[in-house]
């Protein structure tokens, strides 16, 4: 099934918001580029109060706005400066975006708090991560390790301010689709009438207990599965690294260890799994590379090998789908990213590997005047249920995302809208404290972004990690598959 797009179903009382206050972006790169002109179009901001801050000079690609009375300044924010710039460019009641790739999420949270600042960013970063890339425990060295301390500074804050992180596409809009697919599942099976208990179901969709609800459902396993497609006229040169989005940010995430949401389901830990010592411990650290990580996924209408890269969404649907009883988690889907890059992507990390993971001398994310074809492909795979699998998401050709947002690619505009949503639900509703995407309205953020997703799919597939599965040495004992329960995490691992 096909699920009739809801693109042009607006709710027109959020199309638009106003906000008076002074706006500071941080960082213009790719995301921040094909952000700004759709935020402005839904958020009524006086140009003069948008200030926008990159330690590479953006002041030419920033003209036309500069002109309007944006404000730019080639500026780098340090653990040394942070204070003293924020306060700079920013007020009581402002807002920041934080879209650059190295500034230590606590530190800016805690001074956003303390200031009653509006913070949003798409990826929670640290200050240095690859100070401690030789030395850490992968525990210390996770994404979730750096949620536990999120946690630890906020959990005393009473009426905060709205801060917002990881809302991006993914970690950001995967946590709405992964919404709306569950939806469309309980409700098919409703209507088919294979519920066991219709009445209960109907119930939970309208409370949007997803937690309950998945259980119910019968949902094992989620990922995040992404195939991009977009290919350059000028293929990838030696010693150069090609990509879609922040090139630094995949390397940092790519090089650190997998992580994967860990389900009640799952029967035993892979090889070089770490249980985290503290927190709620709904996830599982590999001591390998997320890069090194391979899993068979799946995106309409396709079978993908992809990479097990660490993701906010891994830590987040997991934990808020959990459901608790008397302090032990009794559900819990296992989550994580299966990520298969563009062509030029994939070549330029072999190439990473070649060189011992120093960095390529020369970086380019591509635009869309030079890509040829292709699209971004990105939603939420939910399986275990009575269908098996449902990938609910959006597929974006290059060309519907030229004619939306000129001169960027078909990711930065699945990113850019999880930004600008999360902007507006945060200008609306400014005393939430701290929030994961899990946290805000799937309705709420799907009506303004489908519009520009391209083609939103919402459906089942009879596949299953073992369905095309050909065993070309039966001596390798990692052909031990689990027949028993094919959403077993080793079934989806990919050995040869
Ligand atoms: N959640 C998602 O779906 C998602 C997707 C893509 C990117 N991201 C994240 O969004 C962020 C931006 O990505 P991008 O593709 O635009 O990256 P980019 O590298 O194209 O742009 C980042 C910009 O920030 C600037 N910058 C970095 N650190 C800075 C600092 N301390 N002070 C001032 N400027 C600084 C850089 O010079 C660069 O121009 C990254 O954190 C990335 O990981 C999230």
Same mark, same amino acid.
């Given at each position: ?16 918001? &106003?906000?008076? /206050? ?18 402005? /179009? #839904? ?13 590479? =000079? ?32 920013? &007020? ?5 975006? +934080? ?44 994404? @979730? ?32 689709? %992964? ?6 599942? %309980? &409700? ?20 949007? +207990?997803? %937690? ?106 997991? +934990? ?15 989550? #994580?990213?299966? @990520? ?35 699209? +971004? ?22 060309? &519907? %995302? ?35 995407? =899990?946290?805000?309205?799937? =309705? ?53």
């Amino acid at each position: 099934m096909k699920k009739k797009s809801r693109s042009k179903e607006v709710n027109s009382r959020h199309l638009a918001v &106003e906000f008076q /206050k002074k706006v500071l972006i941080i960082g213009y790169g790719a995301v921040a580029r094909c952000t700004l002109p759709i935020l402005l /179009k #839904h958020v009524k901001i006086p140009y003069e109060n948008i200030t926008i801050l990159d330690f590479e =000079d953006k002041a030419g690609e920033l003209r036309s706005f500069t002109e309007k009375g944006v404000h730019f300044f080639c500026r780098k924010i340090t653990p040394e400066n942070l204070e003293q710039i924020l306060s700079e460019y920013l &007020e009581q009641g402002g807002l920041c975006i +934080d879209l650059a790739w190295n500034i230590d999420c606590c530190a800016i949270v805690q001074w956003c708090h303390d200031h009653d600042v509006l913070y949003m960013n798409t990826s929670v970063e640290v200050w240095d991560s690859y100070e401690e890339r030789f030395v850490g425990t992968p525990y210390e060295k996770s994404l @979730y390790a750096r949620q536990m301390r999120l946690k630890e500074l906020t959990s005393s804050w009473q009426d905060a301010t709205t801060f917002i992180v990881d809302h991006g596409a993914n970690p950001g809009l995967i946590s709405h689709f %992964a919404k709306q697919g569950l939806i469309d599942i %309980a &409700e098919r099976m409703v209507a088919e009438g294979i519920a066991t208990d219709p009445a209960r179901m109907q119930r939970l969709i309208r409370e949007q +207990d997803f %937690a309950l609800l998945a259980r119910e459902v019968g949902v094992k396993v989620i990922h995040c599965s992404e195939r991009d497609t977009q290919i350059s006229c000028r293929p990838k040169e030696v010693d150069e690294f090609v990509g879609t989005w922040s090139i630094e940010g995949l390397r940092e995430e790519g090089t650190a260890p997998a992580e994967i949401g860990w389900g009640t389901h799952e029967k035993e830990f892979p090889l070089l799994a770490h249980v985290p010592p503290t927190g709620p411990k709904n996830q599982i650290m590999l001591a390998q590379m997320g890069m090194n990580t391979w899993v068979r996924s799946w995106v309409p209408h396709q079978e993908i090998v992809g990479m097990v890269i660490r993701h906010g969404e891994a830590f987040g649907i997991c +934990d808020r789908w959990t459901v608790w009883e008397n302090g032990v988690a009794v559900y819990r889907p296992t989550v #994580h990213y299966a @990520y298969m890059p563009c062509d030029g992507t994939i070549v330029s990390l072999h190439e990473l590997k070649c060189r011992n993971y120093e960095m390529q001398s020369r970086l380019r994310i591509l635009r869309d005047d030079e890509i040829l074809s292709g699209a +971004d492909t990105l939603g939420a795979l939910l399986m275990g249920h009575p269908y098996h699998c449902w990938w609910t998401g959006s597929i974006l050709s290059i060309g &519907e %995302a030229h004619l939306l947002a000129p001169g960027q690619n078909a990711t930065t505009v699945q990113v850019a809208l999880g930004v600008v949503t999360a902007v507006m639900w945060m200008i609306l509703n400014p005393r939430r404290g701290f929030c994961l995407p =899990d946290d805000l309205p799937h =309705d709420f953020v799907l009506d303004i972004a489908l519009p520009y997703l391209g083609e939103f799919y919402s459906g089942p597939s009879d596949w299953t990690p073992l369905k095309n599965r050909t065993v070309y040495f039966q001596e390798n004992p990692a052909n031990n598959y689990d027949t028993e329960d094919v959403w077993q995490f080793k079934n989806f691992l990919f050995v040869n």
